[in-house]
């Protein structure tokens, strides 16, 4: 009779403990896929911030300096500050997002492509040279940014197969 | 402010929040004026000068490499930079400008004596 009531002991600890690991291992799935669609979202906001930069910097140095050249200079500046403000929001995540060694040092060539030499000059040329600049660095900050996207992504589906299996 | 031994810039405040430009020709508040005017004026008076670079307008890598690279170009040695300014910026803009007028101190190259 005792062994009777041990083995449904031990059945209703054992149910008990597997629905407890299946709780735990969902929570921390869902917690996971949580924290990677947060760090896609801000991956996103860079490419964003990297393209709307990238069109006014190419719209600013495609034309010599003009009566708006001032307004269009500041904005430039302000889209790479905002850049640098949402570069700085993955700060301290490099174990999720990767190293943001080369992103941060593209975010840096492009301050000094699209706001040196005669920028803000009141005989600033067009510069079709430094334009192709422009448009080569920014598309290898977006590509940096998608070794980061696939960090996130082999980090998230790595607990979505721990939890199938 | 001004205590006898450090002075602050807060270039905002004291010179304009929307500085544009790196020579004189580029307009009223270009690099050139603001070394010229404060900045250069400032080191040689006072043992340390402080420069907060937040709240502007954002800055162009003209105006900061002439006013804080013109500085070695026009005689001040980089050591003596090193000792004697402080830049300040907190936020992640002001910070990563801290590390662009480092950057232009260090690259700048000193007039042959």
């Known amino acids: 009779m005792a062994s009777v009531w041990d083995g449904t002991l031990a059945a209703v600890i054992g149910g008990v403990s597997g629905a407890l690991a299946g709780i735990g291992a969902t929570t921390w799935t869902n917690k996971t896929n949580r924290t990677a669609t947060r760090l896609e979202k801000r991956i996103d906001d860079i490419e964003s911030a990297t393209l709307l930069l990238r069109v006014e910097a190419l719209a600013y140095w495609a034309s010599p300096a003009g009566p708006d050249d001032s307004v269009a200079a500041l904005k430039v500046i302000g889209l790479w500050e905002a850049l640098v403000s949402r570069v700085d929001m993955l700060t301290g995540l490099e174990n999720q997002v990767g190293d943001l060694f080369q992103v941060n040092n593209h975010v840096d060539a492009l301050y000094e492509l699209i706001t040196g030499s005669d920028f803000q000059a009141k005989e600033r040329q067009a510069d079709s040279d430094k334009v192709a600049r422009i448009r080569t660095e920014c598309t290898a900050l977006c590509t940096d940014l998608h070794a980061s996207r696939r960090m996130v992504n082999r980090w998230r589906h790595f607990w979505k197969r721990r939890k199938a299996n | ?113």
Do not use: C, W
């Open chain 2, 1 to 113: 402010m001004v205590t006898n031994r450090t002075k602050t810039i807060d270039i905002a405040k004291d010179f304009s929040s929307v500085p544009a430009g790196r020579h004189l020709s580029d307009g009223d508040y270009s690099g050139e004026f603001f070394r010229e005017s404060l900045l250069r004026p400032a080191l040689k008076e006072f043992e340390k000068v402080e420069v907060i670079l937040d709240d502007t307008a954002g800055f162009g890598s003209s105006f900061l490499e002439e006013a804080f690279g013109g500085l070695v170009r026009e005689g001040l040695s980089k050591d003596f930079l090193r000792s004697h300014l402080v830049l300040t910026g907190v936020s992640p803009a002001g910070k990563r400008y801290k590390a662009r007028i480092q950057h232009y101190i260090s690259d700048a190259e000193e007039p042959d004596l």
